[in-house]
């Protein structure tokens, strides 16, 4: 669906209730995302749904008005689960502000800070919990809460989630809440893993897929420049006095991430780091620096990344090429959000052409090529040289599910959704 297509639907065609679409409205949201549109109606009349959708594309608000409906009508509770702290932070502020002051009760169960707060918020009975899944365990294990009355489970950017090892706690959740709630499972990428879980854990989900797996936002202008590793930082230092914008870098590791942050504070630049080496302080302190503007530059992590929530970055730097190839659908991401555009520029050192053909393959896309001069360079074939390619083993696992479609369906327009094939749920 085409942005002019949206631009003629307004959220009073998605089966939202009243209070809750005044709410919305006040809040400024005027015309819905594609993900917004196709999944909403959908998880409001009681389906699961399988999201298939980018960073930026406006997934919190397309699980966020389902779950309060479902809450407020059934008197169940709520459970959201994401990757990391950051992002479960933004998600809660963000379920508030749509709430407004319906009486809504929240409890975050994150880890990194006092786990006593979260106890009392437990204790409250809250309508909605936000987690993340090995700190949610743990008040599990420690009989703090029980999840025998949650009507709808929401799993956010659950590839990430299991890229991050979170797979059996996950299955540990999924074995604990009740058979008959609702489910919804966003992802901006599709592989067996989570073909497998939706398969085994929901019942016949509806397929919604805004963009296809791997895919990138046309908004956003690609770019590669091929650099020996010893120029990298002279690299960086040309394009942050290029651009002026809001730059977010990223860092294969913490000590890189903080080595790289120092190197650019000397450049004369605002920036701040956020890795897993900082408390739960220091991370919000340097996301809310960069939100503001107090800091125009910011470098992270992969881990640490997935919770920034920032719509004005123009220009994302990947100092490192990720250890994933889904992962750089995932950093592109953070720029060229909701209709804007932006720019992302990878480094990599002579030897990782292998690694760039695996990135090209994933999203179909093949990237411009340049040396540190801004000479275009030969561009790469997107089949990996073979014998040749240093990281291969990393990315096999992110091609094996890229095609895990099943038979689309008609209906709804131009809306693009699937379900996938009817099975029971495994024994709990």
């Known amino acids: 669906m085409s942005r002019e297509e949206l631009q003629q639907h307004d959220f009073n065609d998605l089966g939202i209730t009243p209070g809750l679409l005044k709410r919305i409205q006040d809040l400024g949201f005027v015309h819905p995302t594609p993900i917004q549109y196709k999944a909403i109606p959908v998880a409001t009349s009681g389906e699961d749904v399988v999201g298939i959708a980018q960073t930026g594309s406006g997934k919190t608000l397309a699980f966020s008005v389902p779950m309060l409906q479902h809450v407020a009508a059934t008197k169940t509770v709520g459970l959201i689960l994401l990757p990391t702290r950051e992002l479960a932070i933004q998600v809660e502020e963000t379920l508030k502000k749509i709430a407004g002051k319906a009486g809504l009760r929240t409890a975050i169960i994150i880890g990194g800070i006092n786990p006593y707060p979260q106890i009392k918020q437990l ?46 706690q996950l299955k540990s959740i999924l074995a604990s809440v009740p058979t008959d709630r609702q489910t919804m499972l966003f992802s901006a990428t599709m592989p067996a893993r989570i073909a497998d879980i939706a398969r085994q854990y929901m019942k016949k989900p509806l397929r919604i897929e805004v963009a296809k797996p791997g895919t990138t936002v046309d908004t956003v202008q690609q770019e590669v420049f091929i650099v020996p590793r010893d120029e990298k930082v002279n690299l960086l230092k040309q394009l942050l006095k290029e651009n002026k914008g809001t730059v977010l870098i990223f860092s294969r590791t913490k000590h890189g991430a903080k080595k790289i942050a120092q190197q650019i504070r000397q450049m004369g630049h605002t920036a701040d780091e956020i890795h897993s080496n900082r408390s739960q302080a220091q991370r919000q302190q340097a996301l809310k620096g960069f939100a503001n503007g107090k800091y125009r530059i910011l470098v992270a992590t992969d881990i640490a990344a997935r919770g920034i929530d920032v719509d004005n970055i123009s220009l994302v730097i990947n100092f490192d090429l990720p250890e994933q190839s889904e992962d750089y659908v995932h950093r592109i991401g953070r720029t060229g959000r909701a209709g804007r555009t932006g720019k992302a520029i990878s480094f990599a050192v002579p030897e990782q052409k292998g690694d760039i053909a695996q990135i090209q393959k994933l999203i179909n896309i093949t990237l411009p090529i340049k040396s540190p001069t ?44 699937r379900r996938t094939k009817p099975t029971r749920r495994s024994k709990r």
């Open 123 to 168: 204790k409250a009975k809250p309508h909605i919990i936000v987690a993340t899944p090995g700190r949610l365990i743990d008040h599990i294990e420690q009989k703090h809460i029980s999840l025998s009355n949650v009507g709808m489970l929401v799993l956010d950017e659950a590839d990430r989630m299991l890229d991050m090892g979170f797979e059996p």
């Open 374 to 417: 801004g000479e275009s360079l030969a561009s790469i074939s997107r089949e990996a040289p073979s014998g040749g390619q240093r990281n291969a083993s990393k990315f096999s696992r992110g091609r094996g599910g890229r095609n895990q479609s099943q038979g689309r369906r008609s209906g709804g327009g131009s809306q693009n959704r």
